[in-house]
């Protein structure tokens, strides 16, 4: 059995990538952080592409390491609480943070982890493809159209019982991750994306399948940003949709035999 990784990550229309790729020996993650409107208050002066990169690192040490992945995303999140210093408030309800996948060798399983719309991709040994994500974020109410009232909605339900979790600020959020673990034996490969890239199923007319099928060819996971990008250039009518035109998109698909 191996564990080869390849990645690959590609900016949106904004001024940084805000995701993050990191593959260990035996464990693959992808980070997406979640970026404030502009001039909003978040409680600090650190950008989201820091709180990407500290949770990043924390993660992979926590995964080279011993602990659930549950357990090894919380105690992320607790010390990437402590190096934003005294003088940020993390309790704001605007603290930045970013949805997480992760998976990991253990024995003879599988463990993954999907906090938010990034999504982990599972290839079966018949070449079935399921998906995990966590898309609670888009089942909470309309947001209102003003902003008080939309401040009032972010602070009711980010990172709050009955609403959408986030790694950043709030430890409890590992709690309320999807979780699972599957053998090994019954799995091809795996891919995992952020919500940049899983907008060729959410937008265009790809299946599961196909993702999986574009990260094996010879450009990996390039492949499925030129898909991505092209989708986005030839769409007739890129206004219908929210957000932004080219999200940050980033991929690992990892070889398991
Ligand atoms: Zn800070």
């Excluded at 210093?85 to 999907?114: I, K, M, N």
């Excluded at 888009?138 to 003003?146: W, Y």
């Amino acid at each position: 059995m191996t564990f080869e990784a390849k990645h690959g990550t590609a900016i949106g229309s904004g001024a940084e990538n805000q995701d993050l790729a990191l593959t260990g020996a035996d464990w693959a993650l992808v980070l997406d952080g979640a970026n404030p409107p502009a001039g909003v208050d978040t409680g600090c002066s650190h950008g989201v592409a820091w709180i990407v990169d500290r949770l990043g690192a924390h993660l992979g040490a926590g995964l080279d390491g011993a602990g659930t992945l549950a357990a090894i995303l919380r105690e992320a999140v607790i010390a990437t609480v402590a190096d934003h210093g005294p003088g940020c408030d993390t309790a704001h309800p605007r603290s930045p943070g970013a949805t997480v996948a992760l998976a990991r060798l253990v024995g003879d399983d599988l463990e993954w982890l999907v906090l938010g719309d990034a999504a982990i991709l599972f290839e079966d040994t018949t070449g079935r493809v399921a998906v995990e994500t966590d898309l609670r974020v888009n089942e909470l109410p309309e947001p209102p159209d003003t902003a008080e009232g939309l401040e009032a909605f972010i602070a009711r339900y980010r990172n709050q019982p009955g609403g959408a979790w986030f790694a950043g600020a709030v430890p409890e959020a590992a709690d309320h991750a999807f979780t699972g673990r599957q053998p090994i034996a019954e799995l091809r490969r795996i891919l995992l994306c952020t919500n940049g890239i899983t907008r060729l199923t959410g937008r265009y007319d790809y299946r599961d399948a196909d993702l999986m099928t574009l990260a094996t060819t010879n450009r990996g996971p390039e492949a499925l940003i030129d898909a991505v990008r092209g989708a986005e250039l030839t769409d007739p009518d890129p206004q219908r949709w929210e957000g932004k035109r080219h999200d940050d998109a980033t991929a690992v698909v990892v070889d398991l035999h």
